[in-house]
């Protein structure tokens, strides 16, 4: 059992007791350790039963239970030191002791050995590390939900810099993302045993949809035209890729739906041209989804690509550069596409004006929508989309989880295909018409025109108005059941029902039957 006392020590020839209450006890090799902990001997004492469960897990070579693990993280660095240089903690519980930065290196050594991508597990640990770093966690035990999302708040708020200038803070998709790493490095924690529970698991994630602040637009037909064009045309080389490069790289893009890291992966022998169905394939590692992705190539660039990768030397498709410019890349030969168009018509200068305020092969258009490398892809699927293509085909072409993510975020309708669209509807006046001809009510065979005219006013006196019927040199007929004349139709109308529900109506000898309001 534990000894919790206060030592003594001698002052001036006196012997008088420390303030600080120090516990001992006996470890699982029957060793005697102690340490001091603080002024308060009912905490000291409860130091010591803990110690004691500690000490008969430890010697049972059992793993804690959740509630002395939840104990052992609270402890204070100094605390834990001791207990693991005194092999009380066994290997899988002195995580415990480590400081956070430690556990951050080996999450992301695990996340490379998990297979994720380099560029994967770096930018994962940095972003919790950010998070970790700037709440000054040190240890496990620091961690709070609260402080958190305080400082993600804070994140997300405008700053003004030294100059005066205003400083955007972060979105609310990316403050997701710095919380779903945090979030995720805390699962790994618990499942690798080195914690009890994870303190975040109640945070929730902020909806995005509510503060997009980059939203990708498609492009047209014809800027997609105009893009590749400029691309052929052009004599400069940016970031290694010079025009024929980059025509080459668009047009699988836009053809194929390809990401950026995706088609920097590609070699020559990625490409079967020859085969009755051309395909692209993507191998696992560096697919998104982590499968190999094998994609159908449209036959109508297969003959350009071909003559392309035959000048390839190296065995790579693409000469891109490592890092991702393909924003940039994209948006200057965008620009001089847009001037191209603008030079086509120079000397017509009320054509110039209303070419240069048309959104056409603009990088932002006037609701914001951006175009960049990403936004190819955006307009592969749409173009999916607006060719009729069956949504769970275009979600198999676009390689998504859900078929939710291709509808919502990646297929974009235009107000003229919405207009299009329109035309389906039917025709309501010549439904109508035909409707009225079926009863012959429109005079033909020598037969009456009924000019059919329906009550609208409001119910009077509870009863329910009926239609009138006008004929040609008649009065108005009553709406009470009566008898016409011999060789002359009947029509009958009956009343409302005696329950209350609604009139009905009947026909009497090939008679009109009277419309319900």
């Known amino acids: 059992m534990a000894r919790v006392f206060r030592r003594r ?155 005066g200038k205003v400083v955007a803070g972060i979105g609310a998709q990316t403050s997701n993302h710095y919380l779903g790493a945090l979030k995720s490095f805390c699962r790994w924690m618990v499942l690798e045993r080195r914690a009890a529970e994870n303190p975040l698991t109640h945070l929730r994630m902020m909806n995005a949809k509510a503060e997009r602040r980059r939203v990708r637009r498609e492009l047209s037909i014809e800027e997609r035209r105009r893009l590749i064009a400029a691309a052929e045309s052009s004599n400069v080389i940016i970031y290694g890729m010079a025009g024929r490069d980059r025509a080459a790289l668009y047009r699988l893009t836009l053809s194929t739906g390809l990401r950026w890291n995706e088609l920097r992966s590609l070699s020559v022998s990625s490409f079967d041209l020859d085969a009755d169905t051309p395909t692209v394939t993507v191998e696992a590692g560096y697919s998104k989804h982590r499968h190999e992705d094998v994609q159908p190539i449209p036959m109508n660039i297969v003959d350009a690509l071909r003559d392309y990768l035959r000048d390839r030397t190296d065995g790579r498709a693409f000469p891109m550069p490592v890092s991702d410019q393909g924003s940039k890349i994209v948006r200057f030969d965008l620009w001089n596409a847009r001037k191209t168009y603008w030079r086509e018509v120079r000397g017509d200068r009320s054509e110039l004006r209303q070419r240069i305020r048309s959104g056409l092969l603009a990088r932002e258009d006037a609701q914001g929508r951006v175009v960049d490398f990403h936004a190819l892809r955006h307009s592969f699927v749409s173009a999916l989309a607006q060719g009729g293509v069956h949504p769970k085909t275009a979600q198999m072409l676009a390689r998504h989880s859900t078929i939710t993510l291709t509808m919502d975020r990646y297929t974009h309708i235009s107000s003229a295909s919405q207009v299009q669209a329109l035309d389906a509807l039917p025709d309501l006046d010549a439904v109508e018409t035909e409707d009225l001809a079926a009863t012959g009510t429109d005079g033909e065979d020598g037969g009456p025109t009924v000019d059919r005219k329906v009550d609208r006013r409001p119910v009077q006196s509870g009863r329910l108005r009926s239609a009138s019927v006008r004929t040609q040199g008649q009065a108005k007929a009553k709406l009470r059941p009566r008898k016409t004349p011999e060789n002359t139709e009947e029509r009958c109308v009956s009343g409302p029902s005696k329950t209350g529900g609604p009139s009905r109506t009947r026909t009497c000898d090939q008679g009109i039957m009277s419309p319900l309001l």
């Open 9 to 163: 020590r001698r002052v001036h020839g006196k012997l008088r007791r420390g303030k600080k209450y120090t516990v001992a006890f006996r470890d699982h090799t029957g060793i005697e350790r102690s340490f001091p902990t603080g002024t308060d001997q009912g905490a000291a004492k409860d130091v010591g039963r803990m110690l004691d469960r500690l000490v008969s897990y430890r010697a049972a070579k059992l793993r804690p239970d959740p509630d002395l693990l939840r104990w052992i993280e609270g402890l204070r660095p100094s605390i834990l030191g001791k207990l693991k240089q005194w092999d009380v903690l066994s290997a899988d519980v002195a995580g415990a002791g480590k400081p956070l930065a430690a556990h951050l290196a080996d999450y992301e050594a695990a996340l490379l050995a998990k297979g994720n991508t380099t560029q994967h597990a770096k930018r994962t640990h940095a972003r919790a590390k950010s998070v970790v770093d700037a709440c000054d966690f040190e240890w496990w035990g620091d961690l709070n939900g609260a402080r958190v999302m305080s400082r993600l708040a804070d994140m997300r708020q405008d700053k003004v810099d030294a100059d």
